[in-house]
């Protein structure tokens, strides 16, 4: 089969690369950075987004001393990442393959401005043949700003970086009809777009991540949409990831079909930057079904009943219906001060125009 997929970002969870006791599992690390070395020869560009610092640090440390959780995550993260990185370089030495670490926050993606500069960053090192192996600095990262987990990184990075396919690595075979271990239930193979999962999903977190299949399941959902095949798959399985890129269809695997229609870059950024919002703009009915209709219109400031926050002109701000319910982001094209001013009126230029505004 020929391989339609030339890059990938490819997301390994804390439960694929440690063991029961926490301490990293070498053996399962060595076979994924084999088969990142095949795919690599056969001209795959691959991005790693790599759970582990964390656990690997607790593997290595024995503590006395009491710690609340932000301290033994700073403490194990900082220990554990250089642990991580030191193992993945000398794996990928034996293929003659460069790696190199890229540590990002939150707060990172917050700008247009950094966003573009990670994207450069990341860019200059595939084109250079170094695969990059992405995490989140937890030494600094400030919890109330904290990815949800790495699913939430994978995602953004794969989006960021115009990858085809985005393969998250799990100890599990994918979504299934119920409980993983429950007999009666099955994989769920393949997940069109707007496919309702919601009973489906399991709201367990697992042993060493901290996020769950529903966290998975929403970043699925937002990367398919955004034009990227997603796949969850099992980690654990030999040889999964070569697999996947040779017969996607017939993996065990559970596969999100992406959207056909493409999305620009910025539109890309938008979307994924809803923990950036410096304000709320509340709609009316009407501008609501306006926006969620067929045609894709611009927000103008007669729809606008209330702005709340204060932020400048090209920054992120969410749309609120008449419930207070969120239903998109956008770049505004006004300060708060200009957009109060102008709130109600007819014949004002755009408060977002259509192409910086993102609907969930």
């Known amino acids: 089969m020929v391989n339609r997929f030339t890059r990938i970002a490819v997301k390994i969870g804390s439960n694929v690369l440690t063991r029961k006791d926490g301490t990293l599992d070498v053996t399962r690390m060595s076979a994924l950075v084999d088969q ?11 991005i790693l987004i790599s759970s582990g610092a964390v656990a690997s640090g607790r593997s290595e440390l024995h503590i006395d001393k009491k710690m609340d959780s932000v301290e033994q ?6 220990v554990g990442q250089a642990k991580l990185i030191n193992r993945y370089y000398e794996l990928f030495r034996e293929h003659h393959i460069p790696v190199g670490q890229v540590l990002t926050m939150k707060e990172s993606f917050g700008t247009r401005r950094h966003y573009l500069n990670q994207r450069g960053c990341m860019t200059v090192m595939l084109e250079n043949g170094v695969i990059p192996i992405v995490n989140e600095n937890d030494t600094i990262s400030v919890t109330e700003l904290m990815f949800t987990d790495n699913d939430e990184l994978s995602g953004l990075i794969a989006s960021m970086m115009d990858a085809q396919a985005l393969v998250i690595l799990s100890n599990i075979d994918g979504i299934f009809t119920g409980s993983p271990n429950d007999p009666t239930s099955h994989i769920i193979p393949v997940v069109e777009l707007g496919k309702d999962l919601t009973e489906y999903i399991q709201t367990e977190k697992s042993g060493f991540g901290r996020g769950g299949m529903i966290t998975k399941t929403n970043i699925a959902r937002k990367v398919a949409d955004e034009g990227i095949t997603v796949f969850i798959a099992n980690g654990k399985r030999d040889n999964i990831l070569v697999e996947l890129m040779h017969d996607p269809e017939g993996t065990v695997c559970t596969r999100f ?15 994924h930057s809803e923990g950036f919002a410096k304000g709320e703009i509340h709609l009316n009915e009407r501008a609501v079904e306006v926006l969620t209709g067929e045609q ?7 729809g606008v009943v209330r702005i709340e926050g204060e932020f ?14 969120r239903i998109g982001v956008g770049r505004v094209a006004y300060d708060a001060a200009e957009a109060r001013s102008v709130m109600g009126k007819h014949g004002q230029r755009p408060l977002i125009h259509y192409d910086y505004l993102y609907l969930e």
């Open 296 to 302: 894709a219109v611009s927000l103008l400031p007669v």
């Open 36 to 46: 990142v070395a095949e795919l690599r020869r056969e001209g795959i560009e691959v």
């Open 257 to 271: 079909e992406p959207n056909r229609e493409a999305m620009g870059s910025v539109k890309k950024w938008i979307a």
């Open 312 to 325: 400048e002109k090209d920054d992120i701000v969410s749309l609120m219906n008449a419930q207070g319910v």
């Open 73 to 78: 995550r700073q403490l194990y993260s900082a």
